[in-house]
């Protein structure tokens, strides 16, 4: 049995058509804002996590924000990163000093971690997403 050759694809304009006089205010629309155009630089490597905790609240990152973590980034000093100590992810500063890594809170007062051969960096911490009060 023969079969049909697959139909031509028809494109469906996403605009309407008008059967009256346009609006002058559709000159100035602009198109829906997508958070991942603005925040997402490498789609594929890139992840939304919820914060819980205040260790980084000297780096505006509060309990409950929502960080943007992208994986393809190069981690470097002073950047903030997601690591995965043990079972647990953790959301710290990076500090280098000779030839040692360190994952620093913001602000002073929690314990300063070493990171070790068995800690995993997820990825840089590129963006930050909080409520106002």
Not at 4 to 11: A, C, F, H, Y
Not at 40 to 65: E, K, N, W, Y
Request: proline share 11%; with cysteine; net charge negative.
């Amino acid at each position: 049995m023969r079969e049909d050759p697959p139909k031509p694809r028809v494109i469906f304009w996403p605009q309407p058509v008008f059967a009256g006089f346009p609006s002058p205010g559709d000159d100035y629309l602009e198109p829906a804002l997508d958070i991942h155009d603005l925040v997402v630089a490498h789609p594929l490597t890139t992840f939304f996590l919820r914060v819980s905790g205040d260790s980084m609240t000297g780096a505006c990152i509060a309990d409950q924000d929502v960080v943007v973590v992208d994986r393809a980034l190069t981690v470097a000093h002073n950047k903030i990163v997601v690591v995965l100590v043990g079972e647990h992810l953790l959301l710290k500063r990076v500090k280098v000093t000779q030839r040692k890594i360190f994952l620093h809170p913001d602000p002073p007062g929690y314990p300063v971690l070493e990171l070790h051969k068995d800690d995993e960096i997820w990825g840089v911490v590129t963006h930050c997403l909080h409520r106002l009060p």
